[in-house]
């Protein structure tokens, strides 16, 4: 009988291998050391502080009236201004980041969820099953956003949850769609083929075979999403379908103030339009990032 000596070279190899870091803390570290990434972190941090802390360090209430303030310009005491009812501007600025990210990353994250699952339910059993769900997830991509959010409010009512439902419903089509090309090709590997003559069940394969496979656009698909979501959901408050006043919210205020820009009161719009864009180029930066760094 012999003896293998796995001589000492080979055992520091597979040691060193095995201490590593994995191409998936390789792939975080990539994202973090981006310079994009961090500039998009900090601008997405700082809304962040804001929307947890913001009725705290807001110098003023951002809901009261001062009719003996109305359409004050940027001052000391009123570092943004005030509006047409007398509000400090700067504290509602502050405070309106609250609903924003409250609504979209709830939204987002039910239609990535919704969306990833339909994605493998149709990628991976194909056919009928998914021409049925396709032909359904198309209806809804013909249906404008305004539209479904007018149905859903007529049935339901304006509230932040029927805002996260609309989100929802219009951006789980294009998530299933990206997850089901990607699962497409997944099915065809090797890997799966495995799990079948093992006798696995078809939710196991989906879910604990396939899905790790298929994270990398998910989780493109979700950081890009985000930044739609913003525009979506400060669009529905432009409208009147979102947050209600007096609710401090960067869309609903630019609305109700955008008549008096005119006037000479441009500050009542401005930093509240500046605080929204600021918001989407800081989630987008973050979205390059994460993208930029998959694709290497």
């Known amino acids: 009988m012999s003896i293998d000596v796995i001589p000492v070279e080979s055992a520091g190899a597979v040691a060193a291998e095995r201490t590593g870091p994995s191409p998936r803390g390789e792939l975080l570290h990539d994202i973090v050391r981006s310079k994009t990434f ?11 502080i804001c ?16 009719l003996e303030a109305i359409n004050k310009a940027p001052s000391s005491a009123h570092w943004f201004g005030t509006d047409q009812l007398g509000r400090d501007v700067f504290s509602r600025v502050i405070t309106g ?17 919704l969306g990833t699952a339909l994605g493998l339910v149709m990628g991976y059993f194909r056919g009928l099953l998914d021409e049925s769900i396709a032909r359904v997830l198309e209806a809804f991509l013909a249906l ?18 029927v805002v996260i439902l609309v989100i929802a419903v219009v951006f789980t089509p294009l998530i ?12 065809e590997l090797d890997y799966v083929a495995a799990a079948r003559l093992r ?27 985000i930044g739609y979501a913003v525009f979506a959901v400060a ?10 006043p007096p609710t401090p919210d960067w869309a609903a205020d630019i609305a109700a103030n955008y008549p008096l820009v005119a006037a000479g009161y441009w500050w009542e719009v ?12 800081g989630i987008n930066l973050i979205a390059d990032a994460v993208e930029g760094a998959i694709d290497q």
Not at 51 to 66: D, M, V
């Open 199 to 225: 006798g696995e069940k078809s939710p196991y394969i989906m879910f604990v075979e396939i899905l790790p496979n298929v994270m990398a656009p998910i989780v493109v698909e979700f950081t890009v999403r």
């Open 176 to 187: 299933a769609r990206t997850v089901r090309t990607s699962v497409l090709l997944e099915r």
């Open 144 to 161: 404008p956003l305004i539209v479904i959010a007018l149905t859903a409010i007529a049935a339901i009512g304006a509230s932040n949850l």
């Open 270 to 281: 401005l930093f509240a339009a500046l605080a929204l864009a600021s918001l989407v180029i």
């Open 235 to 244: 669009a529905l408050s432009f409208l009147g379908f979102g947050v209600q």
């Open 51 to 66: 929307a947890i802390f913001g009725y705290a360090i807001a110098p003023h209430n951002p809901t009261a009236e001062n």
């Open 97 to 113: 980041a609250r609903n924003i990210l409250i609504i979209v990353p709830l939204a987002v994250i039910l239609s990535t969820v």
């Open 38 to 48: 961090i500039v998009g972190a900090v601008i997405v941090g700082f809304w962040i």
